[in-house]
């Protein structure tokens, strides 16, 4: 096992720091590397841990009295519950409740439940089509065994007697300039406006759960690499009675070698002998809806573009598709042997006027089609 850093030097206070100081520190810290502000960062979740740690045993007197005395040793058979900080499903619920913090500064309702994330990797052709994907996510959900309500099953919750159960306390100070009212997030009853004398086994009270959810998510046809998907009432449970959170699920494409993506085009490059693309040729490319074949005219140009129309990505949320456009890479030989050196040199004392000719009709019409 690693060696306990100790709690003092976590929370960064002195020995003989106050209650007040301990507890200033934690809010700075937890405002610091809350896995809100650190998505996917397992070093800052895991100094959170710690700091959760060291902040639930000295800002207990009693078990910082022990600690003093004893250190890491006396905290033996001490139970801690980091995930309580953690399970607040985001920050301004946690500093709402442990600190009457009021990030909003409005009364109190009940707090809607967190957003959650997630993450799908798509190829261009699910991107293009759609796709149903099934997806894993960690979702803060209601507690089973008690609803949510986090007593345990057969027992009541109480009012709170703190706040009268409406979760929030209002602080008044008269001063020069007048009477100020302060409200803030009930600390008896951590805004929850009830008390609960025997708390539920399977959540310590808390009502809520982290679990693993598979979620059936539909790629809608036509979406891009970045996009991000909403779904409502997807994300963490709220506290008993409130909405649950959205689940975003941020999408991304992986290039793929055939194609390239131009907004709701595809481009792709045909590599044509130019003695093919003098002659012409039938080949078979591919496209988005399988292999194709496409033919290459006589007297192709290098460059040319060849647009096979409505063979595109599909409009996202909209109608139609965009184009597949291919572009003509005419090879040209790098090297010879003597025989088709011979045979090139008896093919240029035919050329005259007309061999190289541009056929207005065909090739104006294709080159205007072309952006
Ligand atoms: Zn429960
Ligand atoms: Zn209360």
Redesign the pocket.
Known sequence: MATKRDYYEVLGVDRDASAADVKKAFRRLARELHPDVNPGDPEAAERFRETSEAYEALSNPETRARYDRFGHAGMAGTQFHPEQFMDFSNLSDLLGAFFGDDLFGTSRRPARGGDAAASVDLTLVEAAFGVTREVDVEIISA?D??DGS?AEPGTTPQTCPSCGGTGHVQHVSNTAFGQFVQTAACAACRGRGVRIDTP?T??RGR?RRRSQESVEVQIPAGIMSGQRLRLAGRGHAGEAGSARGDLYVNVSVAPDDRFEREGNDVVSVLDVPFTRAAIGTTVTIDTLDGRQELEVRPGTQPGEVLVLRGKGIPVLGGRGRGDHRVVMNVLVPRKLSDEQRALLDRFESTVDDATYAADDGFFHRLRTAFR
């Open positions: 507690c065994r008690c986090g539920c399977a959540c009502g």
